[in-house]
């Protein structure tokens, strides 16, 4: 339970971090997007070191799906607990996307209509993206454990910009980012192909990868 609890909890400030900065960095940008994804991706990248650091230890600190699939393909998360995980990750991100909405006063049950992100440049990115997340982890793991928190923040502050989908690489955020309509959502008939993009490229992920780091 404390596991879960850790996923559910790291998972809803990651959207925190998400949904609040977009739509901070939107109000006070005075209509300039790039000042709005800088603050976006500096916000999240914070996080993300945060809530490694503080809640590795107990769970993981996987905050995704397509993370929690990955480390159940090497035999490093028992089958067992990758539902009851990727539950916990839903349930929280959901849930940092209401709380988002209560802190900016905006309407808690929304569909995100106005953020169109589909088409084969994204769907690549994506996979791109959650490929190179993968590799940061896994290699960081390898080389340095200790600083894999750094190197996923750095990671996806730099992927914000270097992506051409912002680099979601996490299926839960994407799901529940299409319940906010707000800079950082994403309209509801976009998040399927992106799901399926992801944990498509967990597979290959996983072959590469081990094949790159494992002795």
Same mark, same amino acid.
């Given at each position: 339970?404390?596991?879960?609890?850790?996923?559910?909890? +790291?998972?809803?400030?990651?959207?925190?971090?998400?949904?609040? @900065?977009? %739509?901070?960095?939107?109000?006070?940008? +005075?209509?300039?997007?790039?000042?709005?994804?800088?603050?976006?991706?500096?916000?999240?990248?914070?996080?993300?070191?945060?809530?490694?650091?503080?809640?590795?230890?107990? @769970? +993981?600190?996987?905050?995704?799906?397509?993370? @929690?699939?990955?480390?159940?393909?090497?035999?490093?998360?028992?089958?067992?607990?990758?539902?009851?995980? %990727?539950?916990?990750?839903?349930?929280? $991100?959901?849930?940092? %996307?209401?709380?988002?909405? =209560?802190?900016?006063?905006?309407?808690?049950?929304?569909?995100?209509?106005?953020?169109?992100?589909? +088409? =084969? $440049?994204?769907?690549?990115?994506?996979?791109?993206?959650?490929?190179?997340?993968?590799?940061?982890?896994?290699?960081? !793991?390898? $080389?340095?454990?200790?600083? =894999?928190?750094?190197? =996923?923040?750095?990671?996806?502050?730099? $992927?914000?910009?270097?992506?051409?989908?912002?680099?979601?690489?996490?299926?839960?955020?994407?799901?529940?980012?299409?319940?906010?309509?707000?800079?950082?959502?994403?309209?509801?008939?976009?998040?399927?192909?992106?799901?399926?993009?992801?944990?498509?490229?967990? !597979?290959?992920?996983?072959?590469?990868?081990?094949?790159?780091?494992?002795?």
């Amino acid at each position: 339970m404390r596991q879960l609890a850790a996923e559910a909890l +790291g998972t809803a400030l990651l959207l925190i971090s998400v949904i609040g @900065s977009g %739509v901070m960095g939107a109000e006070l940008s +005075g209509g300039n997007i790039a000042i709005a994804l800088l603050a976006n991706a500096i916000a999240t990248g914070c996080m993300l070191y945060v809530i490694i650091t503080t809640l590795g230890p107990i @769970s +993981g600190a996987h905050f995704n799906p397509a993370v @929690s699939l990955a480390f159940a393909l090497r035999g490093e998360l028992p089958w067992a607990r990758v539902p009851g995980f %990727v539950l916990a990750q839903i349930i929280g $991100a959901v849930l940092g %996307v209401w709380a988002t909405h =209560v802190m900016f006063d905006l309407p808690v049950l929304q569909w995100s209509m106005t953020m169109h992100r589909t +088409g =084969v $440049a994204q769907w690549f990115s994506e996979g791109v993206a959650t490929f190179g997340l993968l590799f940061v982890i896994f290699g960081g !793991l390898k $080389a340095r454990a200790e600083a =894999v928190p750094t190197l =996923v923040a750095l990671y996806i502050t730099g $992927a914000y910009w270097f992506t051409s989908s912002t680099s979601f690489a996490n299926p839960a955020v994407t799901l529940a980012r299409g319940f906010s309509d707000t800079f950082a959502g994403i309209n509801p008939g976009h998040i399927p192909a992106f799901i399926v993009v992801q944990l498509l490229t967990v !597979l290959v992920a996983h072959v590469v990868l081990r094949a790159l780091f494992e002795d």
